[in-house]
């Protein structure tokens, strides 16, 4: 294995493009954060209106 100069690592390119696989993440965690209030915003209400279920 050789190792790249100081010159040759400044001609290097790659590495930035936007993926199908960067953006089905992004999507997806979107998605678990939009899940995660929808469940905050319901229990609040619930919470309020006292429509909470009963622990035996």
Same mark, same amino acid.
């Given at each position: 294995?050789?190792? =790249?100069? !100081?010159?040759? @690592? !400044?001609? @290097?390119?790659?590495?930035?493009? =936007?993926?199908?696989?960067? +953006?089905?993440? +992004?999507?997806?965690?979107? !998605?678990? @954060?939009? #899940? =995660?209030?929808?469940?905050?915003?319901?229990? =609040?209400?619930? +919470?309020? #209106? !006292?429509? @909470?279920?009963?622990?035996?």
């Amino acid at each position: 294995m050789e190792r =790249i100069t !100081k010159e040759e @690592l !400044k001609n @290097l390119d790659g590495g930035d493009t =936007i993926t199908g696989t960067l +953006i089905t993440a +992004i999507s997806q965690g979107l !998605k678990t @954060l939009v #899940d =995660i209030g929808r469940s905050f915003g319901s229990s =609040i209400r619930r +919470i309020k #209106d !006292k429509r @909470l279920c009963e622990i035996p």
